[in-house]
């Protein structure tokens, strides 16, 4: 069996990076399938499909600058690794490096 050294710090980082844009993305979908969901309901059961229109695209419009937005403000405030207390790195699960 060998030994291969890895860059865990780079590797810990690429994942977390990774895991906040899949949960950035799931929590889009969710929100736009919620607006989806009550416009169709308030233009077939409210019967006002304009302003469900309205709504809708307004709301998938304000979905996509806010998610820009937060996402251009995390973006420029990441910072390396040696200043962050979430990262962990090692070769274990708490830590360690044994």
């Known amino acids: 069996m060998s030994v291969i050294q890895l860059d865990a710090n780079a590797e810990v980082l690429a994942h977390r990076r990774t895991?906040?844009?899949f949960e950035r993305l799931v929590l889009f979908?969710?929100?736009?399938?919620?607006l989806i969901l009550s416009c169709l309901a308030l233009a077939f059961l409210g019967h006002?499909?304009?302003?469900a229109v309205l709504?809708?695209?307004g709301g998938t419009m304000?979905?996509?600058?806010?998610?820009?937005i937060?996402?251009?403000q995390s973006t420029v405030s990441r910072g390396s690794a040696s200043n962050r207390p979430d990262v962990v790195v090692g070769s274990g699960f708490n830590g360690t490096t044994g």
């Open 55 to 57: 709504l809708g695209v």
């Open 19 to 21: 895991f906040l844009t």
């Open 29 to 34: 979908a969710a929100m736009h399938v919620a």
């Open 48 to 51: 006002v499909p304009i302003v």
């Open 62 to 68: 304000a979905l996509i600058a806010t998610f820009a």
């Open 70 to 72: 937060v996402d251009s």
